[in-house]
């Protein structure tokens, strides 16, 4: 089968490599319908040292399930399913918590022994507590594919900031980041009942997208500037929920400059730094609430699939450009420049 | 009248000034019938310059009202009140969130202008706001006062603690620190419900009294052992929520390292640092949230006090020794030396 791997930054490429097969009797073998590239991606792809052997890639999928293990009882052969970008037994102690992402015998794709799920084929551990059947669905409803694929990763990984920020009705949220995941939080921020959204962000596209998810206002300036504007957009006072979805300390200062007395900043994007301020100057005078952490997708995805196929939301529209599992490299090659929000691959 | 005023590191003299008076038609004035020495006073009785004028101590009383400003409408000559140790209007956006210690009109005590609370006679500010009515409560009722002066601030910082941790039924509740405030939050999380309360401790009369208040199991290890200790009670998994009630780092590091996967690090230890891990290694990677903050202690008054007057709740055996003012430089001492945990000032 042909599956993406990684050899060293900016170099992805498109290999052949023997079918996955069941090895554990909790393991399916799903047959990618679509993929995508996720914004963490990018990641190695600026910074990975050469590896001879490559590394492989992807963690969100769409699929048919092909094979199961014996002991795999919630899903057979020919289920339409949705695979969460970790794996989970969703019976664990963490996972009735739902923390599944902290799952006692989970864990993530990307390793050799997992594979990535940007490939034809993929081996899904722990499969009745990590795939999701979405009933009724057929090969040829092709336009729910990009909103029902955003469930196994980038709009609940939004959701999943709204969701610990507590959004509710008559709060005002402020989502940092037009990035895929900043304007998945606009939309379950929306979703959730906000009353004001004002989105950070600077690239017009993206930004438009945004407003169409349910910003209410657009703040291009960083910083200083930044803080200053969602101030004088929520009269003085900060907004009661940050939603934080990039991970670079400016983000993080911006979050605690534009946070409400006893606000919430919820953090989504993966933190490129391990200190940070958090004493009487930022957090703790003002008793913010910080929180987040490596989205649960796993325990949002049933309620949100109705809501997909109702065409409630449509946070596929995320996806701006389409190329096939042949062209992967290329795709990463637009996200790297920024020519493309987040591609979708069809398998 | 005689007040408590610090000149220095180690040094608390009695001193006879003016009568306050009302400033503002919002002003009461108001006798003390018992204030105290608050474990926050030793952090300038450690490490104060010398200032030839004096600094006002105290920020905890209960007492009779002497006098209202023409504005003051919720208190009058004679009624018995309890002072939080910050005044606020009680009717700006923040106070209307249950920030007290936020609002726009409010501050604290210790200024040239406000005066300290340790005194016979103190201007309240903004008194409809500020001060709260015990009715039916005469001088006679000495038995009351020590708990309904845990009201004022120490109690009631305890309790801020366990509401922001979101402490309820069936929670695991560990305490870090053994003082007034850990104590406190031990009562609390008792209160709210929790099954299971660690109390991070060693100072055997203090964790006595904290068993007393509700603590399950005492920890006397500090760092990795403490950590250790607490994992083995919890089960391997850790504890839900972890109340913080020291203020310094390896407090701190001792909250992430007990705390479950999902769960709150609440603190109200005045972080004795700005910067503090929270990336991936700390809080990100288990999705823990970070809370806290000064106590918005008036929110919580009204709702106390039934429970001191029926005995439900006796939060004032955190005093263990009783002076008069005069003595208070005494109590200073004691509660510097920890031969006092908490010194009561008779007025």
């Known amino acids: 089968m042909k599956a993406a791997y990684m050899f060293g930054a900016g170099d992805v490429r498109i290999q052949?490599?023997?079918?996955?097969?069941?090895?554990?009797?909790?393991?399916?073998?799903?047959?990618?319908?679509?993929?995508c590239i996720c914004g963490s991606d990018l990641h190695p792809y600026h910074s990975m040292d050469?590896?001879?052997?490559?590394?492989?890639?992807g963690h969100e999928l769409i699929g048919i399930v092909e094979e199961t293990g014996s002991q795999v009882t919630t899903v057979s052969k020919g289920d339409f399913v949705i695979a969460p970008f970790s794996f989970s037994d969703n019976t664990c102690s963490f996972c009735r918590d739902g923390f599944h992402t902290a799952c006692k015998h989970g864990g993530f794709?990307?390793?050799?022994?997992?594979?990535?799920l940007q490939a034809e084929l993929s081996r899904i551990p722990l499969a009745d507590g990590s795939l999701v059947k979405v009933p009724g669905l057929s090969e040829n409803d092709t336009d729910l594919f990009p909103s029902l694929l955003t469930l196994s990763d980038v709009y609940l990984t939004?959701?999943?900031a709204a969701h610990m920020g507590h959004v509710q009705a008559g709060k005002t949220v402020t989502v940092i980041g037009d990035g895929a995941v900043g304007l998945s939080a606009v939309l379950?921020?929306?979703?959730?009942?906000a009353e004001q959204i004002i989105l950070m962000g600077r690239h017009t596209s993206r930004t438009d997208l945004g407003r169409e998810f349910g910003a209410t206002d657009v703040v291009a300036e960083r910083?200083?500037?930044?803080?200053?504007?969602?101030?004088?957009?929520?009269?003085?006072e900060g907004s009661h929920v940050v939603l934080e979805a990039v991970g670079h300390m400016p983000a993080y200062e911006q979050s605690y400059g534009v946070v409400r007395t006893g606000g919430v900043i919820?953090?989504?994007?993966?933190?490129?730094?391990?200190?940070?301020?958090?004493?009487?100057?930022?957090?703790f005078g003002k008793n913010i609430t910080l929180t987040g952490g490596?989205?649960?997708?796993?325990?949002?995805?049933?309620?949100?699939?109705?809501?997909?196929?109702?065409?409630?939301?449509?946070?596929?529209?995320?996806?701006?450009?389409?190329?096939?599992?042949?062209?992967?490299p290329a795709g990463y090659a637009a996200m790297d420049a920024r020519e493309a929000l987040k591609v979708l691959l069809i398998v």
Chains 1, 2 share one sequence.
């Not at 050469?50 to 890639?57: A, F, I, S, Y």
């Not at 794709?109 to 990535?116: F, K």
């Not at 379950?188 to 009942?193: F, M, N, S, T």
Request: proline fraction near 9%; charge should be negative; avoid cysteine.
């Open 16 to 35: 052949d490599v023997a079918d996955p097969t069941i090895q554990n009797p909790t393991d399916a073998i799903v047959r990618t319908v679509r993929a």
């Open 50 to 57: 050469n590896d001879e052997h490559g590394v492989p890639m």
């Open 109 to 116: 794709y990307g390793s050799p022994e997992t594979g990535g």
């Open 158 to 160: 939004g959701y999943h």
């Open 188 to 193: 379950a921020a929306k979703q959730l009942g």
């Open 223 to 236: 910083g200083e500037e930044g803080v200053a504007k969602v101030l004088e957009l929520t009269g003085g």
């Open 266 to 283: 919820s953090r989504v994007g993966v933190p490129q730094y391990e200190e940070a301020p958090v004493g009487f100057g930022s957090l």
């Open 294 to 328: 490596p989205a649960p997708v796993r325990v949002y995805i049933e309620q949100n699939i109705p809501l997909v196929l109702e065409g409630t939301i449509n946070p596929g529209k995320v996806f701006d450009r389409t190329v096939t599992l042949d062209d992967a």
